[in-house]
């Protein structure tokens, strides 16, 4: 069942019900899932650790407390279990053994940053957490760059920067994206722009909390006409109107000669 992703008024009426009911909560880290309990007055459970480093072990575990007539509960740490963890084995093993399983939805994170990114949600992709070293991370992120979907990631804020860069390098600087962080909680901010501009900001940006990256499918990586003003001028604050018009169309694929008349303009050269 889905836990609060942040603001722990996101649990449901049922999942409350639910968890004041279950015989044995399985949860990412009891310490954690103690303090939600508290939280909500949910007192005297027991509660099974179960993490991608225990999964294999904890299993036969809990079908035992299931066969024994006790009903599990299954949460992770925030938002749906099962997303980029080893809950799927345990509801195939449930199934399995011929067990009811029933999933209490809720919060959960990519599904509301999709939501808030501005970004077509008709079809999309969700990637987890792609791998930690470049080399890798890049060959991964090359294998979805015709994906005709948006691409949803999860990533730590130590890796963002390099995140960024890899994706801004193998699909191009120009492709629309967002990055959404703290979704729900005091400090939540969802950051858009091309790949480019986004991986620049965070080259420096001093980032918490949790991640979400969002990036457009291939047919909508130009950016929209509306942005090219802002971007010149951006970009002439800083550079050589003609360093900034060939910074400028690198980010956006536009003409060179509708990116120099425009620039003309705004510098009062034309």
Same mark, same amino acid.
């Given at each position: 069942?889905?836990?609060?992703?942040?603001?722990?008024? %996101?649990?449901? *009426?049922?999942?409350?019900?639910? *968890?004041?009911?279950?015989?044995?909560?399985?949860?990412?880290?009891?310490?954690?899932?103690?303090?939600?309990?508290?939280?909500?007055?949910?007192? /005297?459970? +027991?509660?099974?650790? $179960?993490?991608?480093?225990? &999964?294999?072990?904890?299993?036969?575990?809990?079908? /035992?407390?299931?066969?024994?007539?006790?009903?599990?509960?299954?949460? @992770?740490?925030?938002?749906? #279990?099962?997303?980029? %963890?080893?809950? $799927? /084995? *345990?509801?195939?093993?449930?199934?399995? &053994?011929?067990?009811?399983?029933?999933?209490?939805?809720?919060?959960?994170?990519?599904?509301?940053?999709?939501?808030?990114?501005?970004? #077509?949600?008709?079809?999309?992709?969700?990637?987890?957490?792609?791998?930690?070293? @470049?080399?890798?991370?890049?060959?991964?992120?090359? &294998?979805? +760059?015709?994906?005709?979907?948006?691409?949803?990631?999860?990533?730590? #804020?130590?890796?963002?920067?390099?995140?960024? +860069?890899?994706?801004?390098?193998?699909?191009?600087?120009?492709?629309?994206?967002?990055?959404?962080?703290? *979704?729900?909680?005091? !400090?939540?901010?969802?950051?858009?722009?091309?790949? +480019?501009?986004?991986? %620049?900001? !965070?080259?420096?940006?001093?980032?918490?909390?949790?991640?979400?990256?969002?990036?457009?499918? #291939?047919?909508?990586?130009?950016?929209?006409?509306?942005?090219?003003? &802002?971007?010149?001028?951006?970009?002439?604050?800083?550079?050589?109107?003609?360093?900034?018009?060939?910074?400028?169309?690198?980010?956006?694929?536009?003409? /060179?000669?509708?990116?120099?008349?425009?620039?003309?303009?705004?510098?009062?050269?034309?």
């Amino acid at each position: 069942m889905a836990t609060p992703i942040g603001h722990r008024g %996101d649990i449901t *009426l049922r999942a409350l019900v639910t *968890l004041s009911s279950a015989d044995v909560i399985a949860c990412e880290d009891t310490r954690n899932s103690g303090a939600l309990l508290a939280h909500y007055g949910i007192k /005297k459970k +027991q509660l099974i650790s $179960y993490h991608d480093h225990n &999964a294999d072990g904890r299993r036969p575990e809990i079908l /035992k407390h299931i066969a024994e007539g006790a009903s599990v509960a299954l949460i @992770s740490d925030a938002g749906m #279990p099962l997303i980029a %963890d080893p809950g $799927y /084995k *345990l509801v195939r093993d449930c199934r399995d &053994a011929g067990y009811d399983v029933v999933v209490i939805p809720g919060a959960n994170a990519a599904i509301t940053a999709l939501a808030g990114s501005g970004l #077509p949600t008709d079809h999309f992709y969700f990637a987890g957490f792609l791998p930690p070293k @470049s080399t890798a991370r890049q060959k991964a992120i090359a &294998a979805l +760059q015709a994906a005709p979907a948006t691409l949803v990631f999860y990533e730590s #804020p130590q890796r963002l920067a390099d995140t960024m +860069q890899d994706l801004a390098k193998v699909l191009g600087g120009a492709r629309l994206a967002a990055v959404a962080r703290e *979704l729900t909680k005091l !400090y939540e901010e969802t950051r858009r722009g091309t790949l +480019q501009e986004l991986a %620049d900001f !965070y080259e420096d940006a001093d980032v918490k909390g949790e991640i979400v990256i969002i990036v457009a499918p #291939p047919d909508a990586d130009a950016a929209p006409a509306h942005d090219l003003d &802002a971007l010149l001028k951006q970009h002439m604050a800083e550079l050589s109107l003609r360093d900034a018009v060939a910074a400028v169309c690198a980010l956006t694929n536009i003409k /060179k000669s509708e990116v120099y008349a425009r620039a003309l303009k705004l510098s009062g050269k034309e």
